[in-house]
Structures are given as C-alpha cells and as structure tokens.
T-cell receptor
Framework: KQEVTQIPAALSVPEGENLVLNCSFT??????LQWFRQDPGKGLTSLLL?????REQTSGRLNASLDKSSGRSTLYIAASQPGDSATYLC????????????FGQGTTLQVKP | NAGVTQTPKFRILKIGQSMTLQCAQD?????MYWYRQDPGMGLKLIYY???????DKGEVPNGYNVSRSTTEDFPLRLELAAPSQTSVYFC?????????????FGPGTRLTVT
C-alpha cells in the first residue's frame, strides 16, 4: 500500500531564506507527483505537477524534483516571503489508470517578516 | 469555465440526519473524485468515478454513497450522519486523455455533525 510522508510537519523561517520541503513515498511505481498549496480554511491550489518521466519542474521561485528510485520529492522555495506561509501538500498518482491521488499530511510553513 | 463547483460551502447536521453534497464540473472530464480532509491531515479518497454509470470505492467509503448519472455531476450522499464525518469534503475531476491525470479541485464543503 502506497504511503506518502512529509517532513517536517511544520517549519518556521525568516523572510528571505531558501528552504526545502520533503516528501517521500513507499512505492516507486508512481505515475505522477503533484505539489499543492493550501491556505487556512481554503481549497487546494496546484503548484507543480511532475510526470513520471521528468526529474523536475520549475515555476517562478518554486522548483520541484522527483527521484522515483529513492521514493523522494523535494519542493524548493527560493527567497521565501511572508505570502508563502501556507500548508504544502505532496500527492502521488498511483500507477493504475484511475488517477487516484494519495496525499501526505502536509508541511505547514510560516515565513516571518 | 467555472471549473469544479461544490455546494453547499458550509453545513451543520445533527447526528442521524442525511444530506447530499453536490459537485459539478463543466470541463467535460470523465474522471471525478471525492476526498475528505480531517484537521491537520492530508486528503483521503472516499469514492471515485471513471465515467457516467461507473463508481468505485476509495480508501474511506464507509458511511457514504455516490452516483454518476451524467458526466458533469458527482453527488456524495451521507446517510445517518455521525460525528466522525465532521470534515472538509473536496471534489475533483481529471481528464485522462490529457495524459497526466492532473486533478482540478473544487473549493470544498465544510461539514460539522453534532
């Protein structure tokens, strides 16, 4: 059974720091991996989707990497800002053809001014 | 396009009551999903559908039912509500023909059972 783990559960950094959020999964036979952002009391905003044939994806100050063989993905946030404060969720798509997502528990990030 | 819409946004139910959470999408996606998110946790799959007339259980289906009579709509039915069903419910859809199965999420329904 696929399990997704995100460490740390919470992170507090001063503004301007570069930071890395970690995601690990137990079954390397994944289809794709997606990172989401969730603000308190809100829905999910898709940040980056990495297809299984890709190693990384970039969008602005965000860079996500995928290493299927080791069961790991990282989300790198450059020059963090207070507006980056949110919960970041990692989710993997199983290798079947149903598109089901399996989520980690999330990392709650606080960027202090 | 409105994308994925969910109604209601908030609801309080008494124990034993029933209700239907509505989900609709206007992107002509064949695949649709229902998730629940408990406080401080990630999302867990309740039910999913790969097309009209086809539904299947996810990780946490007990206490819920779904139907998929049209491509656009995927309602989630709660029978005999219990406090354990207090959660935020998210509906999502995807288009497998696009090759990535990328899911698009609705804004969620916050349900409290007391």
């Amino acid at each position: 059974k696929q399990e997704v783990t995100q460490i740390p559960a919470a992170l507090s950094v001063p503004e301007g720091e570069n930071l890395v959020l970690n995601c690990s999964f137990t079954d390397s036979a994944i289809y794709n991996l997606q990172w989401f952002r969730q603000d308190p009391g809100k829905g999910l905003t898709s940040l980056l989707l990495i297809q299984s044939s890709q190693r990384e994806q970039t969008s602005g100050r965000l860079n996500a990497s995928l290493d299927k063989s080791s069961g790991r993905s990282t989300l790198y946030i450059a020059a963090s800002q207070p507006g980056d404060s949110a919960t970041y969720l990692c989710a993997v798509y199983g290798s079947g053809n149903t598109g089901k997502l399996i989520f980690g528990q999330g990392t709650t990030l606080q960027v202090k001014p | 396009n409105a994308g994925v819409t969910q109604t209601p946004k908030f609801r309080i139910l008494k124990i034993g009551q029933s209700m239907t959470l509505q989900c609709a999408q206007d992107m002509n996606h064949n695949y649709m999903y229902w998730y629940r998110q408990d406080p401080g946790m990630g999302l867990k799959l309740i039910y999913y559908s790969v097309g009209a007339g086809i539904t299947d259980k996810g990780e946490v289906p007990n206490g819920y039912n779904v139907s998929r009579s049209t491509t656009e709509d995927f309602p989630l039915r709660l029978e005999l509500a219990a406090p354990s069903q207090t959660s935020v419910y998210f509906c999502a859809s995807s288009d497998p023909s696009a090759g990535s199965y990328e899911q698009y999420f609705g804004p969620g329904t916050r349900l409290t059972v007391t």
